[in-house]
């Protein structure tokens, strides 16, 4: 296809723009280095051979097994793509988790049904094995003998770890274990690539040695015979169905008629279990907790990339589309120059880098506890686990919530699976219950809080982030001003306030006869509400002030767009809880009406550069695989090409006329 | 199959209720006599032949062709199903666009491809078509001789009528208009059933004639041969691709081809077009008004009944379901024992309740309003309007929310298409920008609040709807107390509060030199908040009016479970406007703790009840199409069934093995 011009608004836009969009690019990537880099990858899997799309019958149009199929296609092309490249170049950094993800988008549109292979499956065998285990196991995984996921849910159970039925029963007589799924609901459901891909998978199992039950430990289980794939004798194994979204992850079943392994199939590098059945205890139970708040960390920067995608489609379409006509004879503006949808836009835009920073940020923490971890001092691992968990829920609600509205910004072609938006959308929208449903983690953090509250009473904090507690303990009602740093200490006396609330009501619950249990039930929506504040001063603080750090290292004219996002998140949400400020600060309804007037005004010095943001982003037309949001903007002849492209559309009159509506047709002549 | 056993929870939670369950279905369905009737119609469809789905392999697998040539052929069977009812039977009420919608989704399973030809084509030839027009096309509309849809909305045209591209050119020589399409983006787009379904369509086009522009009428337009079915010389159709629900809507494409039709294809009830060209204006034009007021009627009463069929599975799902172990030795409790589960649940529920009657009171004013009209009085048109903008506009924003809390509620499962939550998400998302665009309608509405505002100034307001601008035009600040009068007292005053600030930010605006339309512009986030809250006072006054209302046409122990949902949903939303109330009222951080506590009080209230409430929706189970919600709670075993329906599980080993998989690991191995 030849190269089609750009769409005359687009370049009318790239010309107002105000800052270096390669500058801010690279600021995003973390380095021009990182820029490079991934633009080296996908550069290359763009290019590569039987990976294209542009003439196929798009996925959407096809049936769930064709596009199964079809992903496995892609998938193995890409893995031989990255295998190749691995020869050459040092892909420790390059090929990040991440990486691999994002440009698998491209190539796979949806989820790879490889995902939980080196997302879970490889890291699990990393982490949680034995030197001998890995030696054997790691280079077998890593070339794709073992095709692998990692099995942990239960039909009948998700989150609650102990509530698994699925059992390991050590038999020394044989050395093995038999691995058994006694009831329908002890099925393991939903791991991706489980149902037709994978011929291994960690499965998580209750394990019994000499009688006791030691709780959950995790083995490697083959599941396929590597030859022919057949599942083997004991495994009952299939897919789960149709869903909201993932559609091409083959999540599936698994079912185990006492099916025996060898004893040194369980991981070993915590827990043990030696010949004769004897179990040796982990070393440190809480060593488990890495992994969960190392995927929870990176589901909150690849939010931030989500957002990223889908505020492209939705500024971009916005900039081309046209509508109404306020002012006679004048052309209908671009939808963009709507302040309403400058509201619905910026905000979105502004909340992917406020992700971005504050999961860098979030990082760096991680990194940082796990090195002392290393060492075994485990003192900051409660906070980061407490933190871990309330951004992951919060950042996931928020981010499902700012993918919608850009969606619905785009109207009715925002509905178009052809926009893309619904397959983002269904993918942002699974991260709120995976990897710890929200409510459940947002009770994890409370119960954090609930503890550092009792030592802010006793005017000291261990640890940093909630020190904030000590100082509103005693007035938690902030002197107003409209200043930033005004309003992240209003988010901070909010924070304190709900939880006090919160830690109040559980108290009186308690001297009122109640089990603790049962008070923390009667409190939990009070609890949660604690969370979500403490996520909030959480995230507004760490936003503005990375925010305004990263606008010292950069050019003034970039520093100046970046202050302009922080400014707007930081009023967004002031404006969003005026409610708890105006309990919990001195604030009026002449400051409240200043701020609205101020996001306004920046509303409009955003808009300019609107473009240049989402530009700046530097997601491929090949990644971002949408109708609206491509980089030259031919919305309308992109739709009408995608509609083509159906196969209802190859044939002028379908069958179920003659089968279906002559006949009908003809009955009412009659 | 043979009826299966009620799961144990269920059956526990029938005893617990307190109400008769057959009684508030009949309130809800209107009356014994309207339920008794919707069960005879669903029996009627359930027991036909050639429509039952149990043994087929589920929609959900099927390819995007496959899934509209099901959809005709079951949408053609229902069709003659109620063809032969209607010999024996009065169908006029029974047969109400609603029952038929409802029944439908048993047999389609979303959108049938008919859906237009009844919903919009048939109600526009009898609406807009003078006697003439109506005797000779509606017989065969109604008889489906005529396939119809109704095309207004373009590629690059929606909400804004006057930018319709397509023009309808009279040639006074042949006496016939000329049809075209003169760009792509004037191709229409999106009429559900235009695609391959119908044969023919009203088409809205500018009118020209002698030279002179109009504005847009309707046309009716064949497409297709009626014997043949093909696209007839002259026009394009097609269909537009796969969308993130409606996938078997059918929705399609046309563009003309200087294509001829004759003069009286014109529906000539209020404008026409005399042979030698001449124009006759309508006499009203805001008689076109009607049916889009009727639309967004009946969209409130739609979305009451989306909630009730999401809010069944949730419930229900929530009763069998249990999880966590916070006591030591208990057995996991229901999640529907979860205060926060509640939480999610429960205003679901009560939603469902006020968007019903205040729909159906809002249907009830619409009656008053076109018996107005037809006596020639228009004086509440713009009122109804400005009512029926904002309450589509906010319930169809809300209802979305619930939907999605519904799904959340059910973890992973309510991600399975099995659930059938993410159908139900589809079709409710929808609505918030079909038949109006959020944004644009809650603009109409603050044009109306406006000039309702201006009114209020000198004293006097015209309109009962708007009556409370004067009591909160000198004082907006209402003394609170903690009841549902001072509630709705507070929510008025916030909407005048709102009014007040937007229209000032308007006059301020256009005091620094604005034109008015930018300065409405610049002012337009504070409109639509303006907009929102008006429409907030009118949902919680009337829902709770209604709602007592009714409460005293029931037996007392159902009056009191009115009650309940009733105050739920009005402390509801006075807790998430809390900040809105602190500004406009002298409430306190004690009675915001108070109503918190009283909210918590409700939930526990609601508890023993939650499946007698929704098991009184009385959705059957062939109508629900839920694995999560049918009335006997078997969900695991369901899930199971449902997933080895699919085509995948069918074969061991998939051929993508054999294909992909295996080279890829032989590859590793060389």
Avoid at 74 to 91: C, I, W
Wanted: aromatic share 10%.
């Amino acid at each position: 296809m030849a190269e089609k011009k750009v769409c005359e608004d687009l370049v009318k836009e790239r010309k107002k723009c105000t800052f270096n969009v390669e500058e801010l690019t690279r600021l995003i990537d973390g380095g021009e280095d990182k820029t490079m880099e991934r633009r080296e990858v996908e550069d290359m899997v763009i290019n590569a051979g039987g990976l294209s799309t542009k003439d196929e019958v798009p996925e959407e149009y096809l049936s769930h097994k064709e596009r199964y199929e079809n992903a496995i296609r892609k998938a193995s092309r890409l893995f031989e793509v990255f295998r190749e490249y691995a020869k050459t170049h040092d892909t420790t950094d390059a090929f990040s988790p991440t990486n691999k993800y994002r440009v698998s988008f491209g190539v796979v549109k949806d989820i790879s049904p490889f995902m939980l292979h080196m997302g879970m499956f490889v890291p699990t065998l990393m982490n949680q094995s034995d030197p001998d285990q890995v030696a054997e196991w790691l280079p077998k995984a890593l070339s794709m003998q073992y095709i692998g996921t990692y099995a942990q849910t239960e039909l009948g159970h998700g989150t609650f770890l102990r509530g698994l039925e699925t059992t390991a029963t050590y038999d020394p007589s044989t050395e093995e274990f038999v691995l058994n799924s006694p009831t329908l609901t002890s099925y393991k459901w939903w791991p991706g690539g489980l149902a037709h891909t994978a011929n291994h998978c960690v499965v998580v199992a209750q394990l019994y040695t000499k009688g006791v039950c030691h709780g959950v430990h995790p083995f490697l289980v083959q599941i396929r015979d590597l030859e022919t794939h057949m599942p083997l004798e004991g495994i009952k194994v299939g897919e789960i169905g149709p869903k909201l979204g993932f559609q091409t992850a083959n999540n599936g079943f698994l079912g185990f008629n006492h099916y025996r392994i060898p004893r040194r199939s369980m991981l070993m590098k915590n827990a043990q279990v030696l010949k004769d059945g004897t179990y040796i205890k982990s070393k440190n139970d809480k060593l488990t907790y890495g992994t969960m708040v190392f995927v929870r960390v990176l589901i909150v920067t690849d939010l931030a990339y989500e957002l990223s995608r889908a505020g492209t489609i939705a500024v971009r379409y916005s900039a081309v589309r046209h509508q109404s006509q306020p002012k006679p004879n004048e052309p209908e503006p671009q939808i963009l120059d709507y302040v309403t949808q400058q509201h619905k836009l910026f905000i979105g835009v502004a909340t992917s880098h406020a992700f971005r920073v504050t999961g860098n940020w979030l990082w760096n923490s991680y990194s940082k506890v796990i090195k002392d971890v290393s060492k075994g001092n485990m003192d900051q691992l409660p906070e980061l686990h407490a933190l871990a968990c309330c951004l992951k829920a919060v950042c996931s609600r928020d981010a499902a919530a700012r993918v919608e509205e850009f969606r619905l910004a785009c109207g009715g072609h925002g509905y178009m699976a052809s926009s893309n938006l619904p397959i983002i959308n269904g993918i942002v929208t699974a991260t709120i219950t995976y990897e710890g449903e929200f409510t459940v983690l947002m009770l994890q953090t409370a119960r954090f809080l609930v503890k550092a509250w009792k030592e802010a009473t006793t005017g000291k904090v261990k640890t940093p982030t909630v020190s904030y507690l000590v100082e509103f303990f005693k007035n938690d009602r902030v002197i107003w001003e409209n200043t930033p740093s005004t309003m992240i200490k209003g988010f901070q006396a909010i924070a304190a306030g709900k939880i006090r609330t919160a830690y109040e009501t559980l108290e009186k619950h308690v001297k009122s006869g109640m089990d603790y249990e049962d008070a923390w039930n009667s409190a939990s929506v009070q609890l949660v509400n604690a969370s979500e504040a403490h996520c909030r001063a959480i995230l507004t603080e760490i936003s503005w002030k990375e925010m305004v750090r990263l606008s010292t290292t950069v050019s003034p004219s970039l520093a100046q767009v970046l202050l302009q996002l922080a400014e707007l998140y930081l009023i967004y949400w002031t404006l969003e809880k005026r409610g708890d400020h105006l309990m919990y600060s001195t604030i009026t309804r002449d400051d409240i009406q200043k701020l609205q007037t101020r996001y306004e005004e920046l509303l409009a010095l955003i808009r300019p550069n609107a473009i240049g943001l989402v530009d700046a982003f530097d997601v491929r037309d090949e990644i971002l695989n949408s109708t609206l949001g491509a980089y030259d903007g031919r919305v309308y002849e992109r739709l009408m090409e995608e509609a083509l492209k159906s196969p209802l559309n190859a044939e002028p009159v379908n069958q179920s006329f003659h089968k279906y509506l002559k006949p009908l047709m003809l009955k009412a002549k009659l």
